[in-house]
């Protein structure tokens, strides 16, 4: 299992996160209604915040992350994920994987696993 | 090809079960009883490979496979905690459908969700795959070669077929019996079963003579079968010599899988649907081979009134064995039947319906998992011990606790509090979200100051403290304890939804390091950092230290100048390692919770969680100062009213220790004694170098509406003292 590495990104909480726009080269997840993180980071937020001038926007790497091929992800998931992944790719997902609270970016032949950094290691020794 | 039974090899045939080759060596697994060869009967369990409560009938014989039976008058030992083991996975799968059981109707079931275009998918125990429960979800257990097998179906259908009636007479616990198609598996296997006699319906193709008249008993010697003696309608017995007797008392569904899935999608096709068969009412014997219920027993707790089909299990434990009910339901029903009941359904059944190991158990299962912080590595490598605390693998020490805590006291220290909880309120009705969530004045709160603060619940208890620290007129960040921010954040945000006001919020506990520099000497190492103006007494500011953007908070928990740095996670390490270069020469070296929680006692500050109790108020905390009740509304407000009307009758006090030597302290959850009645507990307790003697926090119960001024603790005499023990003025942590 290779190490799960911080991931540096832009996080935003606001109610304006709909119409918003952001460059291609960026792997946009919406982890909640209010609230995504855009990998790597983007200078640009004013599509939000033009919005919402209340908008939280933090540069955050509080999640560690890394991408496996497709093979070998469905074999964690098939070992430790305990609900059912949707087949649809492009795909975001989320829910505990290995009892740990993790995020999927899912793509044809690979599949970002993403969890909070502080349970990076952990997660690491229970996939094993 | 040789398996070894008690130490003793016998050679097996190619395609024998470990039973098939016992009986073919003319040994029986355990002392007896019929044998069904389907895994319904108690019968042929033993030890294999170390593994007790193992249905040798199930398991494929292989070369040097160790069989051992199970004491005859106990149970079998555990394993030796040497045998090395190796971990058992857990593998998921998700479908539409599972059939459990392939047999034909199984086989029909799995090509009818086929060609409706569900995902489908079979289990059979013929290939291994052994269903063992059936859980909400639903999910179907199933133990295979390969590991668990987790199935999240949405649909079940249990096709697992019926079983045959085992026999309740005197003497069925004797070997040489079998039922009739575990006779037909056994001649097909080229045993030669003797001369067989046969109790009800004959088994196919084999020859043997049919008794007549009902079954009355077995004769044995040396534990085998000898005869099989019947009674017939005029009463008279007769007499059948045989080497081997064989029952056919009719069939009884397999369901126990489909009466696990209670209000689930579960359903039930081909023979595991069937009527059941129903014995006679045996007149003696042992009717749960199990639990070793005899239908002495059952006369015995019908007269006491247990007298339903659930009764006489909780009774009698017949059903919760091994089998499962597999031998007694059938004749628990008939029991109940001749004594005039109804016929009643079969007990409800709960996974699991077969012996697992724990390695069985817990495989795919893990525990809560506990968070690092980023300086995790730094701690290690410095030698700390490490303890989960809060959720978190924290530092309990580096090694010395008194010097870690005399750097506190006399020099500059600083410890990894990255785990307190930290969160960004934004919006136009932050305020008035705030106002209503906290006992204290937010609005006096100044731009660019912080207050210490008590969340209340409803019902006027604390459940957790902090701070509150202004950013701006539409920004606050408000900070939690370690081990209670994940609720904190729960409760902001239900009551944020609740009341509909218009606020983000972000948790960012995980993004924001944070250190915490204290000590008389803290000025000093900052300006070394390069911070020159640090913020005045519960101030903050945003400033560099050591080359790191860092938010400074000055706050005091350990009773010194203190400054809590909150930096990006990611820079942890930079800011960590440069305050201890930096300090070299001040004296610095990190301290653990060990240390903190001396310090924090020294000034009486309160943990919440360890202090406080589900039912601690701010007046029974002593607390009252942080509630003001001219608010018009707070959470808990009402509450803390109405219970302020009731008499006091106990609360958190300071003690300390009369004339005990340095370095006691009493066991904290200790009991508190006055006049040699309970008075209380002890909530903290440590010695404290600086004060010269042992102080504590502790509940103490008023005696006569007085809070007793002496008491004991372990026998040894305590006075009441006021908080804080430390410093009264406060004057080192506003120097
Ligand atoms: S003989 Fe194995 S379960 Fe009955």
Known sequence: ?128 | MRVIVDQKPIPFAPGDSLLVAMLRAGEHPTEGGCLCLGGDCPNCLATVDGISYVRTCQVAAKPGMVVERHPADGYPLLPDDSRHRAEVHAHNHHCDVVVIGQGESGRAALAEAEAAGKQAIGLDVANGQEAIGIYSGPLVVARTAAGMLHIHAAEVVVATGAAEIQPVVPGSELAGLFTSRAAEQLTAAGLDLGRVVAVGTPPAGIECELASGDLLRFEGEGGRVTAVITQSADGSENRYPCQTAVVGLGLYPRDALTRMGHQLPVRAVGDATREADLPTCPGEGIICPCSGVSVADLERIWEQGFQEMELVKRATLAGTGTCQGGVCTPYLRSFLLAKGKTLQPAFTARPVNRQLTLGEIAAGAHHHPTARTALDGEHRRLGAKMERSGGWWRPWNYGDVWAEYWAVREAVSIMDVSTLGKMIVSGPDVLELLERLYPTKVSTIKNGRSRYVLLLDERGYVFDDGMICKDSDTQYTLTFTSGGSSHAEMWVRDWAESWGLDVRILLQTQRLGAINVTGPLANELLARAGLDNPPPYLGHIEATVAGVPCRIFRLSFTGELSYELHHPVEQSVTLWRGLLELGQELGIRPHGLETLLKLRLEKGHIIVGQDTDMDSTPRRLHHEWAIKLDKEFFIGRQAVLRTNKIPLDKQLVGLEMVGQPAGYAPLEGGVIWHQGNYAGIVTSATYSPALGKTVLLGWLYLQNGELPTEVEIEGKTARRVEVPFYDKEASRARA
């Not at chain 1, 009892?99 to 690979?110: H, M, N, S």
């Open chain 1, 1 to 128: 299992m290779p190490e799960l590495n911080r991931l540096p990104a832009t996080r935003i909480v606001s109610t304006a996160l709909d119409g918003a726009v952001w460059p291609e080269n960026r792997l946009v997840l919406r982890t909640a209604a209010d609230e995504l993180l855009i990998i790597p980071p983007v200078a640009d937020v004013s599509s939000v915040t033009s919005h919402d001038p209340y908008a939280i926007v933090v540069e955050d790497a509080s999640y560690a992350g890394v991408w496996l091929g497709a093979d070998e992800a469905a074999a964690i998931l098939r070992r430790h994920c305990e609900w059912r992944v949707t087949a649809q790719r492009p795909q975001f997902a989320q829910g505990a994987i290995a009892g740990i609270a993790t995020k999927l970016w899912l793509e044809a032949d690979r599949v970002l696993f993403v969890v909070p950094a502080p349970y990076a290691v952990e997660f690491e020794e229970r996939i094993v």
